[in-house]
Protein backbone atom coordinates (compact mmCIF):
# COMPACT_ATOMS: atom_id res chain seq x y z
CA UNK A 1 0.00 0.00 0.00
CA UNK A 2 0.82 3.24 -0.88
CA UNK A 3 2.86 5.06 2.28
CA UNK A 4 3.99 8.64 2.98
CA UNK A 5 7.86 9.29 2.95
CA UNK A 6 8.56 10.50 7.05
CA UNK A 7 11.97 11.84 7.81
CA UNK A 8 13.53 11.18 10.02
CA UNK A 9 12.93 7.79 11.07
CA UNK A 10 14.17 8.29 14.90
CA UNK A 11 15.65 11.10 16.77
CA UNK A 12 17.42 10.87 20.31
CA UNK A 13 17.29 14.11 21.62
CA UNK A 14 18.08 15.67 25.11
CA UNK A 15 15.16 17.82 27.14
CA UNK A 16 14.68 21.32 26.29
CA UNK A 17 15.95 20.96 22.52
CA UNK A 18 13.24 21.52 19.75
CA UNK A 19 12.25 19.09 17.15
CA UNK A 20 11.53 19.09 13.34
CA UNK A 21 9.97 16.27 10.83
CA UNK A 22 8.67 16.41 8.04
CA UNK A 23 6.23 14.42 5.67
CA UNK A 24 6.49 13.96 1.56
CA UNK A 25 4.75 12.94 -1.17
CA UNK A 26 4.66 12.67 -4.68
CA UNK A 27 0.53 13.44 -4.90
CA UNK A 28 -0.98 16.50 -3.84
CA UNK A 29 -2.98 16.36 -1.26
CA UNK A 30 -5.80 18.70 0.74
CA UNK A 31 -5.63 17.68 4.28
CA UNK A 32 -2.68 16.68 6.16
CA UNK A 33 -2.85 15.14 9.79
CA UNK A 34 -0.07 15.03 12.52
CA UNK A 35 -0.92 11.86 15.29
CA UNK A 36 1.39 10.60 18.49
CA UNK A 37 0.97 7.27 18.87
CA UNK A 38 2.09 6.17 22.40
CA UNK A 39 3.04 2.35 23.15
CA UNK A 40 -0.36 0.49 23.53
CA UNK A 41 -2.56 3.32 22.39
CA UNK A 42 -4.52 4.54 19.57
CA UNK A 43 -2.61 7.23 17.42
CA UNK A 44 -4.18 10.96 18.99
CA UNK A 45 -4.57 13.68 16.31
CA UNK A 46 -2.48 16.63 17.51
CA UNK A 47 -2.76 19.14 14.41
CA UNK A 48 -5.25 19.30 11.57
CA UNK A 49 -4.03 21.58 8.13
CA UNK A 50 -6.52 22.41 5.58
CA UNK A 51 -5.13 24.89 2.97
CA UNK A 52 -1.49 25.09 1.53
CA UNK A 53 0.77 27.55 3.69
CA UNK A 54 -1.48 27.48 6.31
CA UNK A 55 0.38 27.10 10.04
CA UNK A 56 -1.37 25.36 12.99
CA UNK A 57 -0.11 25.44 16.60
CA UNK A 58 -1.22 23.62 19.19
CA UNK A 59 0.92 24.26 22.48
CA UNK A 60 4.68 24.06 21.54
CA UNK A 61 3.57 22.00 18.72
CA UNK A 62 3.63 23.56 15.21
CA UNK A 63 2.78 22.22 11.76
CA UNK A 64 2.78 23.40 8.81
CA UNK A 65 0.86 22.75 5.04
CA UNK A 66 3.46 22.64 2.52
CA UNK A 67 2.43 24.90 -0.15
CA UNK A 68 2.96 22.49 -2.79
CA UNK A 69 0.39 20.63 -1.04
CA UNK A 70 3.09 18.09 -1.72
CA UNK A 71 4.77 18.07 2.46
CA UNK A 72 3.84 18.89 5.83
CA UNK A 73 6.33 19.75 8.51
CA UNK A 74 5.74 19.53 12.34
CA UNK A 75 7.95 21.16 15.12
CA UNK A 76 8.28 20.43 18.71
CA UNK A 77 9.78 23.55 20.51
CA UNK A 78 11.42 22.87 24.32
CA UNK A 79 10.86 18.72 24.51
CA UNK A 80 10.18 17.01 27.43
CA UNK A 81 10.20 13.49 28.31
CA UNK A 82 6.30 13.09 27.58
CA UNK A 83 7.09 14.00 24.23
CA UNK A 84 8.54 10.52 23.49
CA UNK A 85 6.20 8.32 21.24
CA UNK A 86 5.98 7.69 17.48
CA UNK A 87 5.25 10.43 15.42
CA UNK A 88 2.62 10.01 12.22
CA UNK A 89 1.73 12.07 9.32
CA UNK A 90 -1.31 11.48 7.40
CA UNK A 91 -2.95 13.04 3.98
CA UNK A 92 -6.32 12.46 2.91
CA UNK A 93 -7.23 12.95 -1.16
CA UNK A 94 -10.80 14.19 -1.80
CA UNK A 95 -11.15 12.71 -4.63
CA UNK A 96 -12.03 9.13 -5.31
CA UNK A 97 -12.10 7.04 -2.09
CA UNK A 98 -11.00 10.18 0.74
CA UNK A 99 -9.05 8.02 1.89
CA UNK A 100 -5.82 8.22 4.58
CA UNK A 101 -2.16 7.58 3.18
CA UNK A 102 -0.06 7.48 6.62
CA UNK A 103 3.78 8.38 6.89
CA UNK A 104 6.11 5.73 7.94
CA UNK A 105 6.48 7.55 11.53
CA UNK A 106 9.61 9.38 13.28
CA UNK A 107 10.29 7.61 16.20
CA UNK A 108 11.13 10.41 19.17
CA UNK A 109 12.99 9.66 22.41
CA UNK A 110 13.85 12.55 24.96
CA UNK A 111 16.83 12.20 27.49
CA UNK A 112 16.14 13.75 30.56
CA UNK B 1 -16.01 9.59 27.82
CA UNK B 2 -14.74 7.34 25.26
CA UNK B 3 -14.96 8.87 21.67
CA UNK B 4 -13.88 5.58 19.59
CA UNK B 5 -13.67 1.95 21.46
CA UNK B 6 -12.92 -1.39 20.97
CA UNK B 7 -13.52 -4.51 22.25
CA UNK B 8 -11.26 -6.65 23.05
CA UNK B 9 -8.18 -4.52 23.77
CA UNK B 10 -6.22 -8.13 23.67
CA UNK B 11 -7.31 -11.30 21.57
CA UNK B 12 -5.06 -14.13 21.80
CA UNK B 13 -6.20 -17.43 19.19
CA UNK B 14 -4.98 -20.31 17.57
CA UNK B 15 -4.81 -20.47 13.91
CA UNK B 16 -7.74 -21.06 11.87
CA UNK B 17 -10.52 -19.86 14.25
CA UNK B 18 -13.15 -17.08 13.74
CA UNK B 19 -12.77 -14.14 15.66
CA UNK B 20 -14.73 -10.84 15.73
CA UNK B 21 -13.29 -7.11 16.95
CA UNK B 22 -16.29 -4.49 17.73
CA UNK B 23 -15.91 -1.16 16.98
CA UNK B 24 -17.74 2.09 18.73
CA UNK B 25 -18.15 5.70 18.57
CA UNK B 26 -20.01 8.09 20.04
CA UNK B 27 -19.05 10.74 18.16
CA UNK B 28 -21.82 11.29 15.96
CA UNK B 29 -19.50 10.52 12.76
CA UNK B 30 -21.13 8.89 9.52
CA UNK B 31 -17.38 7.69 8.10
CA UNK B 32 -15.69 4.99 9.88
CA UNK B 33 -12.42 3.04 9.39
CA UNK B 34 -10.52 -0.21 10.00
CA UNK B 35 -6.53 -0.21 9.95
CA UNK B 36 -3.94 -2.74 10.63
CA UNK B 37 -0.50 -1.60 12.15
CA UNK B 38 2.01 -3.99 11.31
CA UNK B 39 5.61 -4.80 13.44
CA UNK B 40 6.70 -1.98 11.81
CA UNK B 41 4.26 0.53 12.82
CA UNK B 42 2.99 0.83 9.05
CA UNK B 43 -0.60 1.99 9.51
CA UNK B 44 -2.92 0.45 6.60
CA UNK B 45 -6.06 1.28 5.42
CA UNK B 46 -8.21 -2.22 5.50
CA UNK B 47 -12.29 -0.72 4.98
CA UNK B 48 -14.16 2.21 5.54
CA UNK B 49 -17.84 2.76 5.64
CA UNK B 50 -20.26 5.77 5.30
CA UNK B 51 -23.88 5.59 6.69
CA UNK B 52 -23.58 1.97 6.68
CA UNK B 53 -21.75 1.65 2.49
CA UNK B 54 -18.83 0.09 2.27
CA UNK B 55 -16.35 2.84 0.82
CA UNK B 56 -12.79 1.25 0.65
CA UNK B 57 -11.72 -2.28 0.43
CA UNK B 58 -7.86 -2.00 0.27
CA UNK B 59 -7.12 -5.30 -1.11
CA UNK B 60 -8.08 -7.21 1.89
CA UNK B 61 -8.30 -10.80 1.88
CA UNK B 62 -12.07 -12.11 1.56
CA UNK B 63 -11.52 -13.83 5.08
CA UNK B 64 -11.47 -10.36 6.85
CA UNK B 65 -15.34 -9.03 6.86
CA UNK B 66 -16.22 -5.84 7.98
CA UNK B 67 -19.68 -4.92 9.51
CA UNK B 68 -21.62 -2.02 9.80
CA UNK B 69 -25.14 -2.55 11.51
CA UNK B 70 -25.86 1.56 12.23
CA UNK B 71 -23.46 4.53 11.54
CA UNK B 72 -21.98 4.26 15.27
CA UNK B 73 -20.71 1.02 15.19
CA UNK B 74 -18.26 -1.09 12.65
CA UNK B 75 -17.16 -4.82 13.57
CA UNK B 76 -14.18 -6.52 12.03
CA UNK B 77 -14.81 -10.07 11.75
CA UNK B 78 -11.98 -12.79 10.76
CA UNK B 79 -12.34 -16.30 9.62
CA UNK B 80 -9.73 -19.04 9.74
CA UNK B 81 -7.20 -16.47 11.57
CA UNK B 82 -3.32 -17.35 10.03
CA UNK B 83 -0.42 -16.19 11.50
CA UNK B 84 0.42 -13.49 8.65
CA UNK B 85 -2.98 -11.98 10.63
CA UNK B 86 -1.31 -11.17 13.95
CA UNK B 87 -1.12 -7.23 14.23
CA UNK B 88 -2.93 -4.19 15.92
CA UNK B 89 -6.29 -3.32 14.71
CA UNK B 90 -7.52 -0.28 15.07
CA UNK B 91 -10.91 1.81 14.58
CA UNK B 92 -11.32 4.79 13.70
CA UNK B 93 -13.61 7.43 13.05
CA UNK B 94 -14.41 11.18 11.22
CA UNK B 95 -17.43 13.36 10.36
CA UNK B 96 -18.00 12.42 6.70
CA UNK B 97 -16.01 11.09 3.94
CA UNK B 98 -14.32 14.73 3.53
CA UNK B 99 -14.93 15.53 7.07
CA UNK B 100 -10.93 15.38 7.66
CA UNK B 101 -10.14 15.14 11.22
CA UNK B 102 -10.21 11.45 11.80
CA UNK B 103 -9.99 9.97 15.35
CA UNK B 104 -8.74 6.62 16.54
CA UNK B 105 -9.77 4.01 19.31
CA UNK B 106 -7.27 2.05 21.63
CA UNK B 107 -6.72 -0.71 19.16
CA UNK B 108 -7.10 -4.21 19.30
CA UNK B 109 -3.95 -6.52 19.58
CA UNK B 110 -4.34 -9.77 17.88
CA UNK B 111 -1.82 -12.55 18.37
CA UNK B 112 -2.18 -15.43 16.27
CA UNK B 113 -0.34 -18.83 17.65
Known amino acids: GQQLNQSPQSMFIQEGEDVSMNCTSS?????WLWYKQEPGEGPVLLIALYKAGELTSNGRLTAQFGITRKDSFLNISASIPSDVGIYFCAGQDLRGTYKYIFGTGTRLKVLA | DTAVSQTPKYLVTQMGNDKSIKCEQN?????MYWYKQDSKKFLKIMFSYNNKELIINETVPNRFSPKSPDKAHLNLHINSLELGDSAVYFC????????????FGPGTRLTVT
Open chain 2, 27 to 31: LGHDT
Open chain 2, 92 to 103: ASSQDLGGREQY
Open chain 1, 27 to 31: SIFNT
